[in-house]
């Protein structure tokens, strides 16, 4: 049964996935990204809200089971978590907000170094955590080749350097 203490964390953590969702919601794609060539294998509009749902879900569980796990014994992997959702949380505001391609593919490709480093923080702790971020790794790696292909197909859709 869980306690109000493991309640109470399990709500910290969804409020910080859901914060660093928000972002996408903020800064959405719009006519601009609308405009854009995209490669054939891009997913389906509706996928992308469907998808981050479930990722930000598994995410905050993860994150949850470490923090149930091994509380302030986890700090350091706990605090890399937090700056993987803050850089989850840019990537949009980037991308969509400020129409910058190559700062967008620079930053989705830290988001992935960071979910990596989490996942490699996380696994000692708990392998089950470490497990359910890891389909969160796999969609960013498909948004990086996306992010990638959509800033080559697109040259004169560039913001200035």
Do not use: C, D, H
């Not at 992308?48 to 700090?75: C, D, E, K, Y």
């Not at 949380?89 to 910058?100: D, M, P, T």
């Not at 359910?132 to 800033?151: K, Q």
């Amino acid at each position: 049964m869980p306690t109000p203490e493991s309640l109470v964390a399990l709500a910290v953590f969804v409020l910080a996935n859901l914060a660093a969702a928000s972002s996408g919601a903020f800064f959405r794609p719009g006519e601009w990204y609308a405009a854009l060539a995209k490669p054939p294998w891009t997913p389906p509009n509706w996928a992308f809200p469907v998808v981050w749902s479930i990722l930000f879900v598994l995410n905050a569980v993860a994150g949850w089971l470490i923090w149930m796990a091994a509380g302030a014994g986890a700090a350091l992997p706990l605090a890399v978590y937090g700056v993987s959702l803050l850089i989850n949380a840019s990537w949009s505001a980037v991308f969509f907000g400020a129409r910058r391609m190559g700062l967008g593919f620079a930053v989705v490709i830290t988001l992935w170094l960071s979910i990596a480093a989490v996942m490699a923080m996380f696994a000692p702790i708990s392998p089950l955590a470490a497990g359910l971020i890891a389909p969160y790794l796999v969609w960013v790696t498909i948004a990086s080749a996306l992010n990638l292909r959509v800033w080559q197909l697109n040259p004169a859709a560039r913001a200035p350097a």
